[in-house]
């Protein structure tokens, strides 16, 4: 029932746009001629966004910076019961979405969505965010060049997430 439900979704709510339009009396087809060309514009200057940041992931991925830098820490987290198996998540995810799901998968398989840091991994993924991709691509498509303080916000915030992930998860499972 809710796979039928959820395949109805994306053509009901094409119908309702529709509609919507022809109830305003809009000219639909070429609104929406214009919107895609108004993509095809902004589409340079989102793909030399992309680029970039998936270039500077890959550097920091392939370079093994992760690994010397857990190392040091490493005695540091056994002093405050923080497992280490959490912080290439934590690094990561304000860089990219994608490759924090496949480490959270990653813990899921290796100790369970339901150990102690299958639910720290969990917390960290739904209450932080993409900082470097949402401030790369949002503020690259409309050309902002000075972010300001939106960055530190941005990974402060982070940090406050996955310290409070490891605290809540600690206080409630462990």
């Given at each position: 029932?809710?796979?039928?439900?959820?395949s109805?979704?994306l053509?009901?709510?094409?119908?309702?746009?529709?509609?919507?339009?022809?109830?305003?009396?809009?000219?639909i087809?070429n609104?929406?001629?214009?919107?895609?060309?108004e993509a095809?514009?902004?589409?340079p200057?989102?793909?030399?966004?992309?680029?970039?940041?998936?270039?500077?992931?890959?550097?920091?991925l392939?370079?093994?910076?992760?690994g010397?830098f857990?190392?040091?820490?490493?005695?540091?987290?056994?002093?405050?019961?923080?497992?280490?198996?959490?912080?290439?998540?934590?690094?990561?995810?304000?860089?990219s979405?994608?490759?924090?799901?496949?480490?959270l998968?990653?813990?899921?398989?290796?100790?369970?969505?339901?150990?102690?840091?299958?639910?720290?991994?969990?917390?960290?993924?739904g209450?932080t965010?993409?900082t470097?991709y949402v401030?790369?691509?949002?503020?690259?498509?409309?050309g902002?060049?000075k972010i300001?303080?939106?960055?530190?916000?941005?990974?402060?915030v982070?940090?406050?997430?996955?310290?409070?992930?490891?605290?809540?998860?600690?206080?409630?499972?462990?």
């Amino acid at each position: 029932m809710i796979t039928y439900i959820s395949s109805l979704m994306l053509p009901c709510l094409v119908l309702f746009i529709v509609a919507y339009g022809l109830y305003k009396k809009v000219d639909i087809y070429n609104v929406f001629v214009d919107g895609a060309k108004e993509a095809f514009d902004m589409l340079p200057t989102l793909f030399t966004c992309i680029l970039g940041m998936i270039l500077g992931i890959n550097l920091f991925l392939e370079s093994n910076i992760l690994g010397y830098f857990l190392d040091a820490i490493n005695p540091v987290l056994k002093s405050f019961q923080i497992p280490a198996e959490i912080i290439p998540m934590a690094i990561m995810r304000p860089i990219s979405g994608g490759s924090t799901l496949a480490l959270l998968n990653n813990l899921f398989e290796t100790y369970g969505p339901d150990s102690y840091i299958g639910r720290i991994g969990s917390v960290i993924q739904g209450s932080t965010e993409t900082t470097f991709y949402v401030l790369t691509l949002y503020f690259g498509s409309v050309g902002i060049k000075k972010i300001r303080h939106a960055l530190w916000v941005g990974l402060l915030v982070d940090l406050i997430g996955i310290i409070s992930g490891i605290v809540i998860v600690g206080l409630f499972f462990n």
